[in-house]
């Protein structure tokens, strides 16, 4: 018992020191210190859980973030279950597991199969559970997360809620806080009533606004954007000057940072964005996810949209203007730390998917095509 108690009062002051060197650390630290640092830092909070055992219920779990969240949530002794309609594989292996891992996870998770549309079924299937924590990784609508909050609100301790950063009202100030305005006409709208409803209640709640996620088997195709093209050594049509600033996030930094906010009291009732540290320009991406795949810069063609016609095809994989925000409240009341800078970020993403061949959609360069005719391009695609 005494080793016990000394070993968990080690944990703690470790924790009182990250906490204190983030709050002290300045931004001009050398890339290299800080690089090691931070991966320190990042592997205490992993491995490290000052929370007693939950029981969890995960809305989602079976595509990207919650693959890695529900792996993370795990080891770290809590007990999880997947809510999903049951129609991909609970335990589909991911590129991090090792043959260990992954049967300690397959034998370790749980799962209910059901339609969260279907209120009442929904309610019933998991109000009987006791489940103290909720991870709402997939819910779009206020009314969808109402449904799983009145199931398990007689046992629930903490609702935490996947959200999104486009929620803010476009500012001339940057980078978004999140005192920030929002935006009621945003397409992410639905989140945003959502955080209103988990205000109105009387449920410690957090909400957690990513910018772009990346990262192994990512479903929406940011840095896949990107390594179709340059694999297949063409130019890159790059909207805009190229110039304006955005922001990605590791999806195991995010993951991350929700395991941090877990019975966290700091984390109660708060909203916080969640990516890297630094921020990139459309250029400065297309150079990066080059860099990440040991490939030559590629040249870049910047254009203006508003000279083509497109439709209803989507050109480029990013929104035309400034979006990123700052991540300082995060890091400060998580005592959390993105592990992965943006180069190191796209290489897992690169060697762990796009690199073994793995890609959501097919390369599509049609709107490319558009753009390099107009400029007298001529391209021919590598094999």
Not at 132 to 157: F, M, P
Not at 202 to 215: A, F, M
Request: hydrophobic share 35%.
């Amino acid at each position: 018992l005494a080793c016990s108690y000394a070993f968990r009062l080690v944990i703690r002051l470790i924790r009182i020191q990250q906490c204190t060197m983030q709050g002290t650390m300045k931004h001009a630290q050398a890339p290299a210190l800080r690089g090691k640092q931070t991966a320190r830092r990042t592997a205490v909070q992993v491995r490290c859980s000052s929370t007693e055992p939950k029981k969890i219920l995960m809305m989602g779990g079976t595509r990207f973030i919650g693959l890695y969240l529900a792996r993370q949530l795990i080891d770290q002794g809590h007990d999880v279950t997947l809510f999903t309609r049951g129609k991909k594989a609970v335990t589909s292996q991911i590129p991090d597991d090792t043959p260990a891992s992954f049967e300690k996870f397959s034998k370790t998770v749980k799962h209910i199969a059901g339609d969260r549309m279907d209120f009442d079924a929904l309610k019933k299937s998991i109000g009987k559970e006791g489940f103290q924590v909720v991870y709402d990784i997939n819910g779009r609508e206020a009314v969808e997360s109402a449904a799983v909050l009145e199931g398990t609100k007689s046992t629930l301790e903490q609702f935490i809620y996947c959200s999104s950063a486009g929620v803010y009202l476009k500012s001339d100030q940057m980078p978004h806080r999140e005192e920030d305005a929002t935006d009621p006409k945003s397409r992410h709208k639905g989140k945003l009533e959502t955080e209103a409803m988990l205000k109105n209640s009387d449920v410690p709640w957090t909400s957690v606004r990513p910018v772009y996620i990346y990262g192994p088997l990512n479903y929406n195709p940011v840095e896949e954007w990107f390594f179709h093209r340059i694999k297949a050594g063409r130019p890159i049509p790059v909207l805009g000057s190229g110039q304006q600033v955005t922001q990605l996030g590791h999806v195991k930094d995010l993951a991350t940072a929700f395991t941090a906010c877990l019975g966290n009291k700091k984390a109660y009732n708060q909203i916080y964005n969640v990516a890297g540290e630094r921020y990139v320009t459309f250029n400065g991406l297309a150079k990066a996810c080059a860099k990440a795949m040991g490939a030559p810069e590629p040249e870049l063609i910047n254009y203006n949209a508003k000279d083509y016609d497109f439709g209803k095809e989507k050109p480029f994989p990013l929104r035309d203007q400034h979006f990123f925000t700052s991540v300082d409240k995060a890091m400060a009341d998580l005592a959390w730390t993105p592990e992965f800078s943006l180069i190191d970020g796209l290489t897992d993403s690169y060697n762990k998917d796009f690199g073994r061949g793995g890609f959501r959609k097919a390369a599509d360069f049609t709107t490319d095509d558009m753009v390099l005719e107009k400029v007298g391009k001529k391209v021919v695609s590598m094999a």
